[in-house]
């Protein structure tokens, strides 16, 4: 298979999945600014959700752009990344409708850990495919950023039970740690 079918599945999906979850959004009950007030934590996890899932489509592009070739287990790694993106629009109603309950926090913590894990793991599969000097393997380094961020994600899901407001700053410091450009893959594809 062709990388660009690939890259063209996982942007339908990616797009499939920021699509179910702006379609949970309710319409506030009046048409007072204060009506929205009700549906503020609901809109506030759909953004972070949103930026998360722009992260990962933004990564794996640039990541599929340095790769020359995959193979079966690429494939089977990308649906695993898929499947718990998939999961995200769910994780995402759940703590939105019980902003501080610590079940639905532990549990979108730990569907982005899994996110994440699975991001690892396809990196890991597609730089098993090239050499270790290839365009994918200078691009993606030690990769210590994506070593760095499960961290926070691993302590949000404790952080929940006893401080979950220390758990969303766990998800936002993620989400600021990945908006910062990372220029590791363009300054290699240029």
Not at 19 to 26: A, D, K, S
Not at 109 to 138: E, P, T, V
């Amino acid at each position: 298979m062709h990388k660009g079918r690939l890259e063209a599945f996982s942007d339908g999906v990616m797009a499939i999945l920021i699509t179910i979850m702006v379609l949970e959004l309710r319409i506030p009950k009046g048409p007072d600014i204060r009506d929205l007030l009700p549906v503020l934590p609901v809109i506030c996890t759909y953004a972070l959700s949103f930026i998360f899932l722009a992260i990962y489509w933004n990564n794996h592009h640039h990541m599929l752009q340095a790769t020359d070739r995959i193979s079966g287990d690429v494939l089977w790694a990308n649906a695993h990344l898929l499947f718990w993106l998939s999961l995200v629009p769910f994780t995402t109603a759940w703590m939105g409708q019980h902003a501080w309950a610590p079940w639905p926090i532990a549990t979108y913590g730990a569907n982005l850990l899994l996110c994440g894990l699975a991001y690892y793991i396809l990196a890991h599969r597609l730089l098993a495919h090239h050499a270790s000097d290839s365009r994918l393997a200078r691009a993606l380094g030690d990769d210590l950023k994506g070593k760095i961020s499960l961290i926070p994600y691993i302590a949000s899901i404790p952080l929940a039970f006893y401080y979950p407001a220390l758990s969303y700053a766990c998800f936002i410091g993620v989400a600021m740690m990945w908006l910062a450009p990372d220029k590791r893959i363009e300054r290699v594809l240029e």
